[in-house]
């Protein structure tokens, strides 16, 4: 046998030589193109972190906001949604008897866990018909987090989810969900997206699906086949099996395996294999689901069955967007996966009774051993017509089932739960449900034969190093392993063939361990995966680590294994990620040379994308040449297509950059190339990986100890060079982890550097081609080496060694981890090289060490050639810890670097400083400046050496000078400005701080504060001091500020410490002579400035100044119509806005004045058509700038999700400004709207965030410093807010120092120029709230009742007693005054709590506004600019100071000369600006001069001013997002508010605004329904079969379903007729200016409150069957918007559906228009027309009614007359003799009056017959 095999062997080494012969062709095409780039190299490419990226827990909070739904399937339903995400469970309250409910309710979800798992959770919506008992699915919708997530702004906003019904998909839409769906992790900004503003929407448009997915998604099947799996662990962890294996002994498999598959949500599962650990099952399973799906991985588990618990074994995800291509036409293909092994990866496999990594199996963190592998297939299959076989299935079960006797499985015996499910449903039903289906099927049989070929894996230990001491006791041998080759626990041995496969695919065991040794005897190669078992010693300068010595003789391995040969896979996979890796680096090397030179940096990235675009072409010609005899599956052959696509596609991108004609930013090309990085990294990532990944595991007297996982790609030799992995054949260091969850702070436990090397056995010979030369091979003595095939020695001996002697330069640190509680860390470094240690010293209380040492390595022996040395030297590992006086020393970071060789025979360069970054764990942890030298100690001349600078007292080596940085001297100006926030230290308040600047061994201080509590600021206001900065800005030191806090008996404590990394912004230019002013005057002609504006944009036209106010007496008050001014235009600016066009200025006066007069006539009768309920309030304004954003962010960027709860539509009358309060979403389907001329609004601006993120922070004039304390050393505290203590307030300023040493500029330090003196101040402060969105559910039932908390220093404003029950989206409308004095009080925390009757109030949020830096603001943030100046009515000027008067005191201020005001312009500094300045009320009034509004104008363009250049705050809302501190980083909320702001000194303002809510105004709906037509007949007669009807009416108004009314019942009507004449009287409370109606109720009987809510007016009316005994009968709806609803028809005839189903926007009218509304409308049941009802509305309002009051039914006042109805229209149950004459008499009288008569006669027989004997006999007798 063993003769054949080899002879075998032969014959296919030469078939693969032919092979690799033609690859090696083809290849040459790549090789050229990158060749130039990879020289020969010997180690791997450096990581400077130490372990890649650790899963993490992390915080998510899933928001879900269920709007409405429409079209639901299903008569007269009570609708009601459920919330599932896992296992919990939310839900909506229920509404009555509509098809189109209206829920507006708002749900969050918190997770916490990695993002692995949090993608993993479905969310499942449910809409069901609420019954008494039990509830019934009307239809559903899932969708996965992740799918979420990958959503821009990881939401979907204001999207329609498609409701359909799992149990039967044939039967198609079951109805539209309106939702919100967001998803935000700690961090994630919740970002705005646009809101449709349209009132008619298409649903199919808008579907909750992502971009790029079609509207119409058909029904699939996912069908996932289970094979077989091979190499399972025999090992079953339950305790029972330990105990049978102790009796029978370990000859079988105690193993019972089987599949689950989990998609969608749902699960199938195989049949259970009983003992066998390489089971064969042969079944698919089916799930069901829209195409393409919402839920994007496949869960694949197998688990072992026990006799207790099952067990999971291992997890693979497989992600459907890496296995399907979604593009359009032949591009895109369908998920398909094999038929191909996935690899399973777990816990290790030791035979220990409870695994303690059991969740690796569950697939929590990376799995640390092979578990097996599975044999899969996934296809998918489009049903056309519903869930139809198609052709696929069908010919699927011809191949299943040729022969009738399937043989059962082994497991089939035991009833499992699949299949017991699987026979109580019927067939039919199977194929409809969304139900999974588990079958067995036949195996096709090209599918089965793939021809396992040898691998080879080889491996050479050059260093085992920095081996933690713990383990180091015993002895230690490292194994590596492929699968379960080299697996000594329980594997195959590395040198046996493991299964020998027979001809009928079963494995059958062949030669286990007894076969190795005569196979290492024919062979003579020592195949074995682990090194031998040495003791490790201690290394040199630090006792926490050991080492291996492995000097000359470095230790070998070599491991035989046997694969499919799919390498093509993972060749073409490392071609396109070594694209991407030159592309990377050559994107570094870019952003380094920017630095340098703009120039060169474009170049560079010229060449760059030319190369790309090379390599492009060169793989694209090697997949088209691709041999077709390999086993290709289908996904191969399209990936393939794949590739070749996208990388065309980039590729042309690239061609289109580089050959640009118009010249493209360099920051955009680097955008586009990272773009291109990110894709080609998504395709390179293979998913039919078929080799598993290489383990290495470190051994401690046979325990396993730590390990590292090589992915077999990186090592996978190919003779083409950029098909190589990127490590094969090189050595490269790994640092070995724990398996499982790690401890925090820890180390690392080893760190071996290895040469590895993976192929196939054909390429053998050039296992060792890359091993650095000088080795000679050392073969164990057993062997004889006759017939060696592979050579594979056991030992490489490195016989030449060479002295080398290092230096660490170890300069300086900046950015570190704070270790210790004060905030800062005592930092001193470790350096670890080869298997020596040595430590800086340490510096004590800093986050930015400069150590300025030098650490020198003596003598230190390295093997092999100098020159690889010197090339290719071995790696150095830096660790920074903290020191701590008591217990060892804690670890915060490490980095790796490679040293600069220099030889003996070179002349000596010294190396220059560069920034190495420092990682913790999954923590960034700041930068090391240094760098590291390794020189060759000459044997002639030992002392040869460059020379080193002397040391100091303690034989401490400083860096040398020509490595330091040269220094020249600065100046540093620094600010002090004060102290905010201070929060206790060491349980005392701070009461006497003081200020220490330092940077690089200088510094300053500031004055000591006398009393933190009166007056926190500094008395001296500047210092300055001088300081030696390295001329390389680059390489500038950090600058501390710490705070210390002076106590009694001059003791100081630390309170907290800031430090800045980066100096850059703080340099200061040197300022030249005073500016030239140019002489020349800038002339601003407003009349000609651009549709482009400002904020003064918003005035197309202007108010005038007390002219033209028109009044129009309205019955609640006044309604002042402002005119307009067609003259006055806007100044140009920023954001684009609209502005009407303007007439010239050529135009008459004359002109003008008709034109005013005629806009009058028009106002005021545009007002008098509009039902008279509206007076232009503070909300006009309000909802008008909300439309006004609407309409440019729809033109230009997405907005916030906020605004939609505000406005849903656009409105074009001066009454409609708004039609939905910011609660309510509804979009109002219907309004009759004409265009009218409507006055303009003045409005503000709405800020989609807070004021500051607009203002740059109000930083103009100082910054804010956080101030630090505490650790944040792991990732709970890293970025919390706990560490801040407190903030100071200053600034810097940094310039070289003068040649002259002139102190001061103009007599004062620079960075004192334009600084407020810092005195306290007194300020009236107002605060405005006015609503709040998406609040966070305090109470257990989903709502909160929130209420407004202020606090400004010790004032505290509660207003507890305004709270707003039950609701999440509360307008507020509150203001508030407060006194204060700054600095004392200068910072505004805005609290929402939530009100309890029982227990505390608990917090919903809180926002923070630093009023301090916006009083002091050159943007003038105290009270913002209004974009109209108007002197009364809404828009009243609301600031003290005119804005005349602010502009002298801008002008003053900044040193500006003016303003000079001239009729028609004002002049100020070199700009003129010419505006209109003189106003006319009538024509007969003398003109009045004014120059606020030109002023006005100015000031909203006073950034363009020269010399000033600040844009100053309009007038504004912003909102700001609110915090708990509980769950730091998550939005709980927005609030929607302003702040305004008044010096004491100033003239005080006017009253404040008043923005109190609107209230709502009472109406009577009084609806009279007078006849109904064609009404369906449900009832037949018993006796005739005649049908009938007993109708009757029932309506009411949405929300007040308490408020039912019903009419009586029409008995017995034959034709669908109906008269009723009866009247129905609805009050209800309503927002005309919202259309929305006001609902005030308890939601259930144990409500204390009741709750109001908004929703469109919306009236229902329905007809009935009238039933005596059983329930009645629902017949048909009919549901009118009040707003806008179809014009009624003016007869039965006219009436039919398509008047209400096909309406459009003009033909609909609103009942607060018409008043009054009479005609027929048709009544609807699941789109047929059920009949027809006449009626009339009348609308009154709640004073009307008072006044002409009427009565309900047919009572006084007002009575109607009774109905006429016909004879027949009575109850049975009432009146059965009437029922007997209608129904019997009337159509059976002939019938009955003979009966009658035949039954007299029949009556007087029988009597006759009866009483004839008698008579006889009694004549007889008688006589």
Same mark, same amino acid.
């Given at each position: 046998?063993?003769?054949?095999?080899?002879?075998?062997?032969?014959?296919?080494?030469?078939?693969?030589?032919?092979?690799?012969?033609?690859?090696?062709?083809?290849?040459?095409?790549?090789?050229?193109?990158?060749?130039?780039?990879?020289?020969?190299?010997?180690?791997?490419?450096?990581?400077?972190?130490?372990?890649?990226?650790?899963?993490?827990?992390?915080?998510?909070?899933?928001?879900?906001?269920?709007?409405?739904?429409?079209?639901?399937?299903?008569?007269?339903?009570?609708?009601?949604?459920?919330?599932?995400?896992?296992?919990?469970?939310?839900?909506?309250?229920?509404?009555?008897?509509?098809?189109?409910?209206?829920?507006?309710?708002?749900?969050?979800?918190?997770?916490?866990?990695?993002?692995?798992?949090?993608?993993?959770?479905?969310?499942?919506?449910?809409?069901?018909?609420?019954?008494?008992?039990?509830?019934?699915?009307?239809?559903?919708?899932?969708?996965?987090?992740?799918?979420?997530?990958?959503?821009?702004?990881?939401?979907?906003?204001?999207?329609?989810?498609?409701?359909?019904?799992?149990?039967?998909?044939?039967?198609?839409?079951?109805?539209?969900?309106?939702?919100?769906?967001?998803?935000?992790?700690?961090?994630?900004?919740?970002?705005?997206?646009?809101?449709?503003?349209?009132?008619?929407?298409?649903?199919?448009?808008?579907?909750?699906?992502?971009?790029?997915?079609?509207?119409?998604?058909?029904?699939?099947?996912?069908?996932?086949?289970?094979?077989?799996?091979?190499?399972?662990?025999?090992?079953?962890?339950?305790?029972?099996?330990?105990?049978?294996?102790?009796?029978?002994?370990?000859?079988?498999?105690?193993?019972?395996?089987?599949?689950?598959?989990?998609?969608?949500?749902?699960?199938?599962?195989?049949?259970?294999?009983?003992?066998?650990?390489?089971?064969?099952?042969?079944?698919?399973?089916?799930?069901?689901?829209?195409?393409?799906?919402?839920?994007?991985?496949?869960?694949?588990?197998?688990?072992?069955?026990?006799?207790?618990?099952?067990?999971?074994?291992?997890?693979?995800?497989?992600?459907?967007?890496?296995?399907?291509?979604?593009?359009?036409?032949?591009?895109?293909?369908?998920?398909?996966?094999?038929?191909?092994?996935?690899?399973?990866?777990?816990?290790?496999?030791?035979?220990?009774?409870?695994?303690?990594?059991?969740?690796?199996?569950?697939?929590?963190?990376?799995?640390?051993?092979?578990?097996?592998?599975?044999?899969?297939?996934?296809?998918?299959?489009?049903?056309?017509?519903?869930?139809?076989?198609?052709?696929?299935?069908?010919?699927?079960?011809?191949?299943?089932?040729?022969?009738?006797?399937?043989?059962?499985?082994?497991?089939?015996?035991?009833?499992?739960?699949?299949?017991?499910?699987?026979?109580?449903?019927?067939?039919?039903?199977?194929?409809?449900?969304?139900?999974?289906?588990?079958?067995?099927?036949?195996?096709?049989?090209?599918?089965?034969?793939?021809?396992?070929?040898?691998?080879?894996?080889?491996?050479?230990?050059?260093?085992?190093?920095?081996?933690?001491?713990?383990?180091?006791?015993?002895?230690?041998?490292?194994?590596?392993?492929?699968?379960?080759?080299?697996?000594?626990?329980?594997?195959?041995?590395?040198?046996?063939?493991?299964?020998?496969?027979?001809?009928?695919?079963?494995?059958?065991?062949?030669?286990?361990?007894?076969?190795?040794?005569?196979?290492?005897?024919?062979?003579?190669?020592?195949?074995?995966?682990?090194?031998?078992?040495?003791?490790?010693?201690?290394?040199?300068?630090?006792?926490?680590?050991?080492?291996?010595?492995?000097?000359?003789?470095?230790?070998?391995?070599?491991?035989?294994?046997?694969?499919?040969?799919?390498?093509?896979?993972?060749?073409?996979?490392?071609?396109?990620?070594?694209?991407?890796?030159?592309?990377?680096?050559?994107?570094?090397?870019?952003?380094?040379?920017?630095?340098?030179?703009?120039?060169?940096?474009?170049?560079?990235?010229?060449?760059?994308?030319?190369?790309?675009?090379?390599?492009?072409?060169?793989?694209?010609?090697?997949?088209?040449?691709?041999?077709?005899?390999?086993?290709?599956?289908?996904?191969?052959?399209?990936?393939?297509?794949?590739?070749?696509?996208?990388?065309?596609?980039?590729?042309?991108?690239?061609?289109?950059?580089?050959?640009?004609?118009?010249?493209?930013?360099?920051?955009?090309?680097?955008?586009?190339?990272?773009?291109?990085?990110?894709?080609?990294?998504?395709?390179?990532?293979?998913?039919?990986?078929?080799?598993?990944?290489?383990?290495?595991?470190?051994?401690?007297?046979?325990?396993?100890?730590?390990?590292?996982?090589?992915?077999?790609?990186?090592?996978?030799?190919?003779?083409?060079?950029?098909?190589?992995?990127?490590?094969?054949?090189?050595?490269?260091?790994?640092?070995?982890?724990?398996?499982?969850?790690?401890?925090?702070?820890?180390?690392?436990?080893?760190?071996?550097?290895?040469?590895?090397?993976?192929?196939?056995?054909?390429?053998?010979?050039?296992?060792?081609?890359?091993?650095?030369?000088?080795?000679?091979?050392?073969?164990?003595?057993?062997?004889?080496?006759?017939?060696?095939?592979?050579?594979?020695?056991?030992?490489?001996?490195?016989?030449?060694?060479?002295?080398?002697?290092?230096?660490?330069?170890?300069?300086?640190?900046?950015?570190?981890?704070?270790?210790?509680?004060?905030?800062?860390?005592?930092?001193?470094?470790?350096?670890?090289?080869?298997?020596?240690?040595?430590?800086?010293?340490?510096?004590?209380?800093?986050?930015?060490?400069?150590?300025?040492?030098?650490?020198?390595?003596?003598?230190?022996?390295?093997?092999?050639?100098?020159?690889?040395?010197?090339?290719?030297?071995?790696?150095?590992?830096?660790?920074?810890?903290?020191?701590?006086?008591?217990?060892?020393?804690?670890?915060?970071?490490?980095?790796?670097?490679?040293?600069?060789?220099?030889?003996?025979?070179?002349?000596?360069?010294?190396?220059?400083?560069?920034?190495?970054?420092?990682?913790?764990?999954?923590?960034?942890?700041?930068?090391?400046?240094?760098?590291?030298?390794?020189?060759?100690?000459?044997?002639?001349?030992?002392?040869?050496?460059?020379?080193?600078?002397?040391?100091?007292?303690?034989?401490?080596?400083?860096?040398?000078?020509?490595?330091?940085?040269?220094?020249?001297?600065?100046?540093?100006?620094?600010?002090?400005?004060?102290?905010?926030?201070?929060?206790?230290?060491?349980?005392?308040?701070?009461?006497?701080?003081?200020?220490?600047?330092?940077?690089?061994?200088?510094?300053?201080?500031?004055?000591?504060?006398?009393?933190?509590?009166?007056?926190?600021?500094?008395?001296?206001?500047?210092?300055?001091?001088?300081?030696?900065?390295?001329?390389?800005?680059?390489?500038?030191?950090?600058?501390?500020?710490?705070?210390?806090?002076?106590?009694?008996?001059?003791?100081?404590?630390?309170?907290?410490?800031?430090?800045?990394?980066?100096?850059?912004?703080?340099?200061?230019?040197?300022?030249?002579?005073?500016?030239?002013?140019?002489?020349?005057?800038?002339?601003?002609?407003?009349?000609?400035?651009?549709?482009?504006?400002?904020?003064?944009?918003?005035?197309?036209?202007?108010?005038?100044?007390?002219?033209?106010?028109?009044?129009?007496?309205?019955?609640?008050?006044?309604?002042?119509?402002?005119?307009?001014?067609?003259?006055?235009?806007?100044?140009?600016?920023?954001?684009?806005?609209?502005?009407?066009?303007?007439?010239?200025?050529?135009?008459?006066?004359?002109?003008?004045?008709?034109?005013?007069?005629?806009?009058?006539?028009?106002?005021?009768?545009?007002?008098?058509?509009?039902?008279?309920?509206?007076?232009?309030?503070?909300?006009?304004?309000?909802?008008?700038?909300?439309?006004?954003?609407?309409?440019?962010?729809?033109?230009?960027?997405?907005?916030?999700?906020?605004?939609?709860?505000?406005?849903?539509?656009?409105?074009?009358?001066?009454?409609?400004?708004?039609?939905?309060?910011?609660?309510?979403?509804?979009?109002?389907?219907?309004?009759?709207?004409?265009?009218?001329?409507?006055?303009?609004?003045?409005?503000?601006?709405?800020?989609?965030?807070?004021?500051?993120?607009?203002?740059?922070?109000?930083?103009?004039?100082?910054?804010?410093?956080?101030?630090?304390?505490?650790?944040?050393?792991?990732?709970?505290?890293?970025?919390?807010?706990?560490?801040?203590?407190?903030?100071?307030?200053?600034?810097?300023?940094?310039?070289?120092?003068?040649?002259?040493?002139?102190?001061?500029?103009?007599?004062?330090?620079?960075?004192?120029?334009?600084?407020?003196?810092?005195?306290?101040?007194?300020?009236?402060?107002?605060?405005?709230?006015?609503?709040?969105?998406?609040?966070?559910?305090?109470?257990?039932?989903?709502?909160?009742?929130?209420?407004?908390?202020?606090?400004?220093?010790?004032?505290?404003?509660?207003?507890?007693?305004?709270?707003?029950?039950?609701?999440?989206?509360?307008?507020?409308?509150?203001?508030?005054?407060?006194?204060?004095?700054?600095?004392?009080?200068?910072?505004?925390?805005?609290?929402?709590?939530?009100?309890?009757?029982?227990?505390?109030?608990?917090?919903?949020?809180?926002?923070?506004?630093?009023?301090?830096?916006?009083?002091?603001?050159?943007?003038?943030?105290?009270?913002?600019?209004?974009?109209?100046?108007?002197?009364?009515?809404?828009?009243?000027?609301?600031?003290?100071?005119?804005?005349?008067?602010?502009?002298?005191?801008?002008?003053?201020?900044?040193?500006?000369?003016?303003?000079?005001?001239?009729?028609?312009?004002?002049?100020?500094?070199?700009?003129?600006?010419?505006?209109?300045?003189?106003?006319?009320?009538?024509?007969?009034?003398?003109?009045?001069?004014?120059?606020?509004?030109?002023?006005?104008?100015?000031?909203?363009?006073?950034?363009?001013?020269?010399?000033?250049?600040?844009?100053?705050?309009?007038?504004?809302?912003?909102?700001?997002?609110?915090?708990?501190?509980?769950?730091?980083?998550?939005?709980?909320?927005?609030?929607?508010?302003?702040?305004?702001?008044?010096?004491?000194?100033?003239?005080?303002?006017?009253?404040?605004?008043?923005?109190?809510?609107?209230?709502?105004?009472?109406?009577?709906?009084?609806?009279?329904?007078?006849?109904?037509?064609?009404?369906?007949?449900?009832?037949?007669?018993?006796?005739?079969?005649?049908?009938?009807?007993?109708?009757?009416?029932?309506?009411?108004?949405?929300?007040?379903?308490?408020?039912?009314?019903?009419?009586?019942?029409?008995?017995?009507?034959?034709?669908?007729?109906?008269?009723?004449?009866?009247?129905?009287?609805?009050?209800?409370?309503?927002?005309? @200016? *919202? %259309?929305?109606? =006001?609902?005030?109720? /308890?939601?259930?009987?144990?409500? #204390? !409150? $009741?709750?109001? &809510?908004?929703?469109?007016?919306?009236?229902?009316?329905?007809?009935?069957?009238?039933?005596?005994?059983?329930?009645?009968?629902?017949?048909?709806?009919?549901?009118?918007?009040?707003?806008?609803?179809?014009?009624?028809?003016?007869?039965?005839?006219?009436?039919?559906?398509?008047?209400?189903?096909?309406?459009?926007?003009?033909?609909?009218?609103?009942?607060?228009?018409?008043?009054?509304?009479?005609?027929?409308?048709?009544?609807?049941?699941?789109?047929?027309?059920?009949?027809?009802?006449?009626?009339?509305?009348?609308?009154?309002?709640?004073?009307? @009614? *008072? %006044?002409?009051? =009427?009565?309900?039914? /047919?009572?006084?006042?007002?009575? #109607? !007359? $009774?109905?006429? &109805?016909?004879?027949?229209?009575?109850?049975?149950?009432?009146?059965?003799?009437?029922?007997?004459?209608?129904?019997?008499?009337?159509?059976?009288?002939?019938?009955?009056?003979?009966?009658?008569?035949?039954?007299?006669?029949?009556?007087?027989?029988?009597?006759?017959?009866?009483?004839?004997?008698?008579?006889?006999?009694?004549?007889?007798?008688?006589?």
């Amino acid at each position: 046998g063993d003769h054949d095999e080899s002879a075998n062997l032969h014959h296919d080494t030469l078939g693969r030589q032919e092979e690799g012969e033609e690859d090696l062709m083809n290849s040459d095409a790549l090789s050229n193109v990158s060749g130039s780039l990879s020289p020969k190299r010997k180690r791997a490419k450096l990581v400077t972190r130490i372990h890649g990226e650790e899963m993490k827990s992390q915080n998510y909070q899933i928001a879900i906001t269920i709007i409405e739904a429409r079209q639901l399937v299903g008569e007269n339903i009570d609708p009601v949604v459920i919330i599932e995400i896992g296992d919990e469970k939310k839900q909506t309250t229920v509404k009555e008897g509509t098809n189109a409910p209206f829920y507006n309710e708002y749900f969050v979800f918190d997770f916490v866990g990695p993002q692995v798992f949090l993608f993993d959770k479905i969310i499942n919506i449910s809409v069901m018909h609420n019954k008494l008992i039990g509830s019934m699915l009307i239809g559903s919708f899932k969708v996965d987090l992740g799918t979420v997530y990958g959503q821009p702004g990881h939401q979907f906003c204001d999207k329609w989810a498609l409701l359909t019904d799992p149990a039967d998909i044939r039967t198609g839409v079951k109805g539209y969900l309106k939702c919100d769906i967001s998803v935000t992790g700690k961090g994630d900004t919740i970002q705005a997206t646009q809101k449709t503003a349209d009132t008619e929407e298409q649903i199919e448009k808008n579907l909750l699906i992502p971009k790029g997915f079609p509207s119409e998604r058909p029904w699939a099947r996912f069908y996932v086949r289970i094979y077989k799996a091979e190499g399972l662990p025999k090992m079953n962890s339950s305790i029972m099996a330990n105990v049978t294996k102790a009796f029978i002994g370990d000859s079988k498999d105690l193993v019972d395996p089987y599949v689950v598959v989990m998609f969608a949500g749902q699960m199938g599962r195989t049949t259970v294999q009983k003992n066998c650990a390489d089971p064969v099952w042969h079944e698919q399973i089916i799930f069901k689901e829209m195409f393409p799906p919402l839920c994007r991985r496949v869960k694949i588990q197998v688990w072992d069955e026990g006799s207790m618990n099952d067990v999971a074994l291992a997890t693979h995800f497989i992600d459907l967007k890496k296995i399907s291509n979604e593009q359009d036409g032949d591009k895109g293909f369908l998920p398909t996966f094999g038929p191909a092994w996935i690899n399973l990866y777990g816990s290790p496999r030791n035979h220990s009774l409870m695994d303690d990594h059991q969740e690796l199996n569950e697939g929590f963190g990376e799995g640390v051993s092979f578990r097996g592998r599975l044999f899969i297939e996934i296809a998918v299959e489009i049903l056309s017509g519903g869930a139809h076989e198609s052709k696929f299935s069908s010919f699927i079960k011809d191949i299943k089932l040729p022969s009738k006797d399937f043989k059962a499985p082994k497991g089939k015996d035991k009833t499992e739960k699949a299949g017991e499910d699987r026979k109580s449903v019927s067939s039919s039903d199977k194929m409809n449900s969304t139900e999974v289906e588990v079958e067995p099927f036949n195996v096709p049989s090209e599918i089965y034969e793939e021809k396992p070929e040898e691998f080879l894996l080889f491996g050479t230990f050059f260093e085992a190093t920095m081996i933690d001491r713990k383990v180091g006791d015993k002895p230690i041998t490292f194994e590596v392993s492929i699968g379960n080759f080299g697996n000594i626990t329980d594997g195959v041995s590395a040198g046996v063939g493991g299964k020998k496969k027979t001809r009928d695919g079963e494995a059958e065991e062949s030669l286990l361990h007894e076969g190795e040794e005569e196979i290492s005897h024919d062979l003579g190669v020592p195949l074995i995966s682990t090194t031998p078992p040495e003791k490790p010693l201690i290394t040199g300068g630090n006792r926490n680590y050991q080492y291996l010595p492995y000097h000359e003789r470095k230790p070998c391995i070599c491991v035989k294994s046997y694969w499919g040969n799919q390498t093509f896979r993972l060749y073409s996979s490392n071609t396109l990620e070594k694209m991407a890796d030159h592309l990377e680096e050559s994107l570094e090397q870019v952003k380094d040379l920017i630095k340098v030179s703009g120039i060169a940096s474009e170049e560079k990235m010229r060449m760059t994308l030319n190369d790309f675009i090379n390599q492009s072409r060169a793989f694209i010609t090697i997949a088209e040449k691709k041999p077709k005899g390999l086993n290709y599956t289908a996904l191969d052959k399209k990936r393939l297509m794949l590739l070749k696509q996208e990388l065309e596609a980039m590729s042309s991108d690239a061609k289109g950059i580089v050959q640009q004609q118009k010249k493209m930013p360099l920051d955009e090309m680097m955008r586009e190339t990272q773009s291109f990085i990110d894709k080609i990294h998504f395709l390179a990532d293979e998913p039919q990986n078929t080799m598993p990944d290489v383990f290495i595991w470190m051994l401690s007297s046979n325990k396993r100890v730590a390990y590292a996982r090589v992915p077999a790609k990186n090592i996978l030799y190919s003779p083409a060079k950029e098909q190589r992995g990127k490590d094969c054949g090189k050595i490269k260091t790994h640092f070995l982890k724990l398996p499982g969850k790690r401890p925090l702070g820890w180390t690392v436990q080893a760190k071996v550097d290895i040469y590895l090397w993976l192929g196939a056995a054909s390429y053998a010979h050039s296992i060792m081609e890359n091993l650095p030369v000088g080795y000679e091979t050392e073969l164990p003595f057993n062997t004889n080496s006759g017939h060696s095939v592979v050579p594979s020695p056991a030992c490489l001996l490195y016989k030449t060694p060479h002295l080398f002697q290092l230096r660490a330069h170890m300069y300086q640190a900046r950015g570190l981890i704070a270790a210790d509680s004060t905030g800062l860390s005592d930092p001193f470094a470790k350096v670890t090289f080869t298997s020596h240690c040595q430590t800086t010293k340490i510096i004590s209380q800093t986050l930015s060490p400069t150590w300025n040492q030098m650490l020198l390595f003596d003598s230190i022996v390295l093997h092999g050639n100098r020159k690889e040395i010197a090339q290719f030297p071995p790696e150095i590992v830096i660790e920074l810890y903290d020191d701590d006086a008591v217990g060892k020393a804690e670890y915060i970071g490490s980095t790796v670097a490679a040293p600069v060789v220099g030889l003996a025979d070179q002349n000596y360069e010294p190396p220059k400083l560069s920034y190495h970054p420092v990682y913790c764990g999954n923590l960034s942890g700041g930068d090391l400046l240094a760098t590291f030298e390794l020189l060759e100690i000459p044997e002639s001349d030992p002392d040869r050496l460059p020379p080193l600078d002397p040391p100091d007292v303690g034989q401490i080596y400083p860096v040398p000078a020509n490595i330091r940085p040269v220094l020249s001297k600065y100046r540093v100006e620094v600010l002090f400005w004060g102290v905010r926030e201070l929060k206790k230290v060491q349980l005392l308040s701070v009461d006497r701080p003081q200020v220490l600047i330092e940077c690089a061994g200088k510094g300053v201080k500031s004055s000591v504060i006398q009393s933190y509590k009166k007056n926190p600021n500094f008395s001296g206001l500047a210092d300055w001091f001088e300081v030696e900065l390295p001329e390389n800005e680059l390489l500038h030191p950090p600058l501390s500020i710490c705070v210390v806090d002076w106590r009694a008996f001059g003791r100081s404590t630390l309170v907290g410490t800031h430090t800045i990394n980066y100096l850059k912004q703080f340099l200061c230019k040197t300022q030249l002579g005073p500016q030239a002013t140019p002489n020349r005057l800038d002339s601003v002609e407003i009349e000609k400035a651009s549709p482009e504006s400002s904020q003064a944009a918003e005035l197309t036209r202007e108010e005038p100044f007390l002219a033209d106010h028109i009044y129009v007496e309205v019955e609640q008050g006044k309604c002042t119509v402002v005119e307009p001014d067609p003259y006055l235009a806007t100044l140009p600016g920023p954001e684009p806005e609209h502005s009407a066009p303007e007439p010239g200025k050529d135009r008459k006066q004359k002109d003008m004045k008709k034109s005013i007069r005629q806009s009058t006539k028009r106002r005021k009768r545009t007002i008098a058509d509009e039902s008279a309920e509206n007076v232009i309030d503070w909300w006009s304004k309000y909802y008008a700038s909300v439309l006004k954003m609407q309409k440019v962010s729809h033109s230009a960027c997405p907005k916030p999700s906020w605004m939609s709860n505000v406005v849903k539509q656009t409105s074009d009358h001066i009454a409609l400004i708004i039609e939905e309060e910011p609660d309510k979403k509804k979009k109002d389907k219907t309004l009759k709207r004409k265009q009218k001329e409507t006055p303009n609004l003045a409005t503000l601006q709405i800020y989609e965030g807070d004021l500051e993120s607009e203002f740059n922070n109000f930083e103009d004039w100082v910054k804010t410093f956080q101030l630090l304390r505490g650790k944040s050393n792991d990732e709970v505290h890293a970025d919390s807010e706990d560490r801040i203590i407190g903030k100071f307030k200053g600034s810097f300023c940094i310039y070289p120092s003068p040649e002259d040493g002139s102190l001061l500029d103009r007599g004062q330090p620079r960075i004192l120029q334009g600084i407020p003196p810092n005195h306290s101040v007194k300020v009236l402060i107002r605060v405005y709230i006015v609503a709040a969105f998406n609040l966070s559910p305090a109470d257990p039932d989903g709502k909160s009742d929130p209420y407004i908390v202020l606090r400004l220093g010790n004032t505290e404003i509660k207003d507890r007693e305004n709270y707003i029950p039950k609701q999440l989206n509360p307008v507020f409308g509150r203001s508030f005054e407060i006194q204060a004095t700054f600095p004392k009080d200068s910072l505004l925390t805005v609290l929402i709590y939530d009100h309890d009757f029982v227990g505390t109030d608990d917090l919903i949020g809180e926002t923070k506004i630093d009023l301090e830096n916006r009083f002091y603001s050159r943007h003038r943030a105290t009270c913002g600019l209004q974009s109209q100046y108007e002197i009364e009515g809404y828009n009243a000027w609301r600031d003290a100071t005119k804005p005349s008067e602010i502009l002298t005191k801008l002008c003053k201020d900044y040193r500006i000369s003016g303003p000079f005001m001239r009729p028609g312009e004002i002049q100020v500094g070199t700009k003129v600006f010419k505006g209109q300045t003189v106003f006319t009320e009538d024509e007969n009034e003398e003109p009045v001069e004014s120059y606020e509004h030109l002023s006005l104008k100015v000031l909203c363009a006073w950034e363009e001013i020269p010399g000033a250049g600040y844009k100053l705050v309009p007038e504004h809302i912003e909102s700001r997002p609110l915090y708990h501190k509980d769950k730091p980083g998550m939005e709980q909320g927005r609030v929607h508010m302003w702040v305004d702001m008044f010096p004491k000194d100033m003239p005080l303002p006017g009253p404040p605004v008043d923005i109190s809510p609107r209230k709502p105004k009472g109406y009577e709906l009084r609806v009279i329904i007078w006849n109904t037509e064609d009404v369906i007949l449900e009832d037949e007669n018993i006796f005739t079969g005649q049908k009938s009807s007993d109708i009757y009416v029932k309506g009411w108004i949405k929300g007040l379903e308490e408020d039912k009314q019903e009419t009586d019942v029409h008995y017995n009507s034959l034709t669908g007729e109906g008269n009723f004449n009866w009247r129905f009287v609805f009050p209800f409370y309503y927002l005309p @200016a *919202e %259309k929305q109606m =006001v609902i005030s109720k /308890r939601e259930n009987i144990f409500s #204390l !409150e $009741k709750t109001e &809510r908004k929703i469109p007016a919306e009236l229902v009316l329905q007809v009935w069957d009238f039933e005596r005994l059983s329930s009645d009968d629902f017949l048909g709806t009919l549901e009118l918007n009040l707003n806008g609803f179809p014009r009624a028809a003016k007869t039965a005839k006219g009436c039919d559906l398509g008047m209400v189903v096909a309406a459009s926007e003009e033909n609909k009218i609103s009942i607060f228009q018409q008043k009054r509304v009479r005609g027929w409308w048709p009544f609807i049941k699941a789109g047929e027309l059920t009949g027809k009802v006449e009626a009339e509305f009348h609308l009154v309002t709640a004073e009307e @009614a *008072e %006044k002409n009051p =009427v009565g309900k039914a /047919r009572k006084e006042p007002e009575p #109607l !007359e $009774k109905p006429n &109805r016909p004879d027949t229209s009575f109850s049975w149950f009432v009146n059965p003799f009437k029922c007997l004459y209608h129904l019997i008499w009337r159509n059976y009288k002939t019938y009955i009056i003979i009966g009658i008569i035949l039954l007299i006669l029949i009556v007087f027989l029988v009597l006759f017959i009866y009483t004839l004997p008698g008579a006889i006999s009694h004549r007889i007798v008688v006589g």
